[in-house]
């Protein structure tokens, strides 16, 4: 499949629940392999935050991100609209630290993505299938979610608070298809009681009555009758024989259950990547969805990082180093690579064979032949610039120049007779000649060194 972003730019504008202020949402397209990025634009240079499950840091009533002091509260709404809709790229910007709270669900955000139009773009949609059951368990509260194997993304909420009112609800999708008629209206909902302690601490200064449900699980009491209607601007509050607040009708009889898995979908976003596998999620919260994201995100980031790449040694490789020579400065002993296997315009992948032959071998250590870890940098890093260079008509007139190195590692020792299979995959786009790249470097089935890597590429004539 490939990724998806939106053809145009379209505006929202709301309140925002814990604020009380108008927001203005603005849905924008976005590149291959950008995901889902927040931008605040009433902050000085416009920062931009990445929904990504390491930047949570607060999980009550809703998901609020955080990196370098740019904030992002209650994203889970917007972002289940966006994995609902299956776009893979939009930038979200916002005047405000957070969306709008709209009426409670993923409604109206739906609405503005299908009226902006969906795009296919070229590079394929990146998978995480499931071959194991995978979970997290909250000790404190029970609640428990877990992934096991599945030919689609799949999801099951389990729903029970303990309480007559609400009882013991359930939802389940079996394809992101049914997202938009099946979950995007279902709204979110509270306890009464939750509605007494938030008003009272003024948490909920943008939320009214038609945003939430709001189920009565104690005696609606004549002081509180008249602070809800003070705080809501009613004239008469009542309760339903169902037990709710008398200014909703329910969409569906299960809709919380619903809410919730719209919730499990707009938090597992943040693990950043697609899952094949069913989700089945029991008493759901913001907090054990955020933490379960953590754990995938992980797993997922280290199964890449150690899975080798299948290139067969004895099939004629895409360039041979005469054809890597036309493209690199590098001349012996400095020239690192041999063959290149794959370049596209997002990664590529190269090898070379260690002999005893190396000049680095005389001194790096007699007796003892070690591959220094920075030449195994430099042949990653002249990976990369097959890469960047391959990007321009002319890249014998080009020079690359290293910018910055970050998160090296080194794994396994690299001596004589093995053979390197280096992959370098962008980052981000490249632009003006810079190039931002995740590389890594295998040998002998298993990682041996990672690094991320940043250069430039200078015209010398």
Not at 35 to 58: C, H, I, W
């Given at each position: 499949m490939k990724q998806q972003t939106i053809q145009k730019e379209v505006s929202l504008t709301g309140v925002g629940l814990h604020t009380g202020k108008e927001v203005k949402l603005t849905f924008k397209p976005a590149p291959e392999n950008h995901g889902y990025v927040f931008k605040r634009m009433d902050l000085e240079g416009q920062p931009t935050l990445a929904a990504e499950a390491s930047y949570v840091v607060n999980t009550?009533?809703?998901t609020s991100l955080e990196r370098n002091g740019v904030q992002i509260q209650t994203s889970e709404h917007v972002l289940?609209?966006?994995v609902g809709l299956e776009i893979d790229n939009v930038l979200i910007e916002l005047d405000a630290s957070e969306p709008p709270i709209m009426d409670g669900s993923s409604k109206y955000f739906v609405e503005a993505l299908e009226k902006a139009g969906i795009q296919e773009q070229e590079a394929e949609r990146e998978f995480y299938e499931v071959k194991e059951i995978i979970s997290y368990v909250d000790e404190e509260t029970g609640s428990e979610i877990m992934v096991v194997p599945a030919c689609d993304y799949e999801i099951t909420t389990m729903v029970d608070f303990g309480t007559k009112?609400?009882?013991?609800q359930n939802a389940t999708?079996?394809?992101?298809?049914?997202f938009k008629d099946e979950i995007a209206d279902s709204r979110t909902f509270s306890f009464l009681h939750e509605i007494e302690t938030l008003l009272d601490h003024g948490l909920i200064r943008g939320g009214d009555l038609n945003n939430a449900i709001v189920y009565v699980d104690k005696e609606l009491s004549a002081e509180t009758m008249e602070k809800l209607k003070k705080v809501f601007d009613k004239d008469n509050i009542s309760v339903k024989s169902n037990g709710i607040l008398d200014n909703l009708t329910l969409h569906h009889a299960n809709e919380a259950a619903r809410h919730k898995l719209l919730?499990?979908?707009g938090d597992l976003a943040l693990i950043g990547t697609r899952i094949k596998g069913r989700v089945i999620a029991n008493k759901p919260g913001h907090k054990v969805n955020t933490e379960f994201a953590k754990k995938m995100a992980k797993k997922i980031k280290a199964e890449k990082r150690n899975r080798v790449p299948q290139v067969d040694l004895n099939q004629p490789p895409l360039m041979d180093v005469n054809q890597i020579m036309k493209m690199l400065p590098h001349r012996q002993p400095m020239l690192l690579l041999d063959k290149i296997f794959e370049l596209s315009e997002t990664h590529v992948i190269g090898s070379k064979n260690v002999t005893m032959n190396e000049e680095f071998f005389k001194?790096?250590?007699?007796?003892a032949p070690v591959m220094p870890g920075v030449l195994i940098v430099e042949a990653m890093a002249q990976t990369g610039g097959i890469l960047i260079l391959s990007t321009v008509p002319d890249p014998e007139n080009y020079l690359t120049f290293f910018m910055k190195i970050d998160n090296v590692k080194f794994k396994q020792?690299?001596?004589?007779g093995d053979t390197l299979i280096f992959?370098?995959?962008?980052?981000?786009?490249i632009r003006r000649g810079i190039c931002h790249m995740q590389g890594y470097a295998y040998t002998n089935g298993k990682i041996c060194a990672e690094a991320e890597l940043m250069a430039q590429i200078v015209k010398t004539k």
């Amino acid at each position: 499949m490939k990724q998806q972003t939106i053809q145009k730019e379209v505006s929202l504008t709301g309140v925002g629940l814990h604020t009380g202020k108008e927001v203005k949402l603005t849905f924008k397209p976005a590149p291959e392999n950008h995901g889902y990025v927040f931008k605040r634009m009433d902050l000085e240079g416009q920062p931009t935050l990445a929904a990504e499950a390491s930047y949570v840091v607060n999980t009550q009533r809703g998901t609020s991100l955080e990196r370098n002091g740019v904030q992002i509260q209650t994203s889970e709404h917007v972002l289940a609209a966006c994995v609902g809709l299956e776009i893979d790229n939009v930038l979200i910007e916002l005047d405000a630290s957070e969306p709008p709270i709209m009426d409670g669900s993923s409604k109206y955000f739906v609405e503005a993505l299908e009226k902006a139009g969906i795009q296919e773009q070229e590079a394929e949609r990146e998978f995480y299938e499931v071959k194991e059951i995978i979970s997290y368990v909250d000790e404190e509260t029970g609640s428990e979610i877990m992934v096991v194997p599945a030919c689609d993304y799949e999801i099951t909420t389990m729903v029970d608070f303990g309480t007559k009112v609400l009882g013991t609800q359930n939802a389940t999708i079996k394809n992101l298809k049914e997202f938009k008629d099946e979950i995007a209206d279902s709204r979110t909902f509270s306890f009464l009681h939750e509605i007494e302690t938030l008003l009272d601490h003024g948490l909920i200064r943008g939320g009214d009555l038609n945003n939430a449900i709001v189920y009565v699980d104690k005696e609606l009491s004549a002081e509180t009758m008249e602070k809800l209607k003070k705080v809501f601007d009613k004239d008469n509050i009542s309760v339903k024989s169902n037990g709710i607040l008398d200014n909703l009708t329910l969409h569906h009889a299960n809709e919380a259950a619903r809410h919730k898995l719209l919730d499990v979908i707009g938090d597992l976003a943040l693990i950043g990547t697609r899952i094949k596998g069913r989700v089945i999620a029991n008493k759901p919260g913001h907090k054990v969805n955020t933490e379960f994201a953590k754990k995938m995100a992980k797993k997922i980031k280290a199964e890449k990082r150690n899975r080798v790449p299948q290139v067969d040694l004895n099939q004629p490789p895409l360039m041979d180093v005469n054809q890597i020579m036309k493209m690199l400065p590098h001349r012996q002993p400095m020239l690192l690579l041999d063959k290149i296997f794959e370049l596209s315009e997002t990664h590529v992948i190269g090898s070379k064979n260690v002999t005893m032959n190396e000049e680095f071998f005389k001194g790096h250590f007699p007796g003892a032949p070690v591959m220094p870890g920075v030449l195994i940098v430099e042949a990653m890093a002249q990976t990369g610039g097959i890469l960047i260079l391959s990007t321009v008509p002319d890249p014998e007139n080009y020079l690359t120049f290293f910018m910055k190195i970050d998160n090296v590692k080194f794994k396994q020792k690299v001596v004589p007779g093995d053979t390197l299979i280096f992959k370098c995959t962008l980052i981000s786009p490249i632009r003006r000649g810079i190039c931002h790249m995740q590389g890594y470097a295998y040998t002998n089935g298993k990682i041996c060194a990672e690094a991320e890597l940043m250069a430039q590429i200078v015209k010398t004539k």
